[in-house]
């Protein structure tokens, strides 16, 4: 018998790659037209979408048909659109679940640095790096609302998960990249006794206290403005989380700021910190594996890193029980304990 014959290989997949930049775009000139908004209120022809959003038809044929063949958007016999449980779930603006904040900015914050990834490549450095406080404190501020509700579920589930709702004594939390305390305000109104102390950059915490007031958690919220290693965090904190901040730092600040958080947690404290992880190995996921580059191409020393990696810093400064939990977030939160 012969061998069977295998699949031949074909240049299909890179002409795919090709038009990769496409559907982040078109889904950003959606949102930006309010499409998916309108939408939410039901079917409508292109017509009615062109009269409730003030967009060409042309531009919004093109966009919405493309949005049909990408399973964000059908299209019914009669030329009328609709949302797909997708895009109803997690790109109408106005829902708590709404994920598109990061694609929002696609076009004028994301691509037009990425354009200079072969001279990036290149040299191993960015034109700007928002880590740096000068740069960075203008973009966050534009940008951390945006991802709220990335992390939100994410945070919920560690309120849940260490019990806040069940607290009788008074829980301090220490948040620290703290953006738009997305993290801070999903703990603190798991219950009435946890307090929140919040660190970021001057201008950040604009958007945080704003955040705070508008959730009705201003009283139990203290704002402590100032770079992440030369900031005071305080002692006796019983949690402290770092939500999606030690990917701009890179290897040594981050094992500086894992330290410096141990010793503002009192005994027994817990430390959680979220991120885009990549296997031991770094060969996935390829959501983390991009997100490195996107890291070389905005900061100078970031990148992603795996469990085993950060799971050895936190063990160095002195934390155990190293571990993971499930969370909705892009990846697993990954918890620790003082001892």
């Known amino acids: 018998m012969s061998a069977p014959s295998s699949a031949p290989v074909t240049p299909e997949r890179i002409l795919q790659l090709a038009w990769g930049y496409a559907p982040p775009l078109i889904l950003e000139a959606a949102m930006k037209h309010r499409v998916f908004d309108v939408l939410d209120a039901g079917p409508m022809s292109l017509s009615e979408v062109s009269a409730a959003t003030g967009a060409s038809a042309r531009g919004l044929a093109a966009i919405m048909d493309a949005l049909v063949g990408l399973n964000f958007l059908a299209k019914n016999g009669s030329g009328k659109y609709s949302l797909t449980p997708e895009s109803a779930a997690f790109l109408v603006s106005t829902k708590p679940s709404f994920q598109g904040g990061l694609i929002r900015h696609t076009s004028e914050h994301l691509v037009p640095k990425w354009l200079h990834l072969n001279q990036i490549v290149a040299t191993g450095r960015p034109d700007a790096a928002v880590n740096q406080q000068n740069i960075g404190s203008e973009f966050f501020e534009k940008f951390v609302n945006d991802i709220f509700s990335m992390s939100y579920p994410a945070a919920s589930v560690l309120a849940d998960h260490l019990q806040l709702a069940s607290r009788a004594d008074r829980f301090s939390v220490l948040d620290l990249g703290a953006g738009s305390g997305v993290w801070g305000i999903a703990q603190a109104q798991a219950g009435p006794m946890i307090y929140v102390t919040v660190v970021d950059w001057p201008g950040v915490l604009s958007i ?50 894992l330290k410096k958080s141990f010793f503002a947690l009192a005994s027994g404290g817990t430390i959680s910190i979220a991120e885009f992880l990549v296997n031991a190995d770094r060969t996935g996921p390829v959501n983390g594996l991009i997100f490195a580059v996107n890291m070389l191409v905005n900061t100078d020393v970031g990148g992603t890193y795996s469990f085993e990696e950060i799971g050895a810093w936190l063990g160095e400064v002195g934390f155990v029980n190293v571990r993971q939990i499930d969370s909705p977030g892009p990846s697993p939160l990954i918890l620790a304990s003082k001892p």
């Open 208 to 257: 945080t206290r704003a955040n705070a007031a508008r959730f009705g958690l201003a009283e139990r919220f203290t704002f402590v403005g100032g770079d992440l290693l030369e900031a005071n965090f305080g002692a006796g904190h019983n949690l402290v989380t770092i939500g999606h901040i030690l990917h701009s730092e890179g290897v040594e600040r981050s094992k500086a700021l």
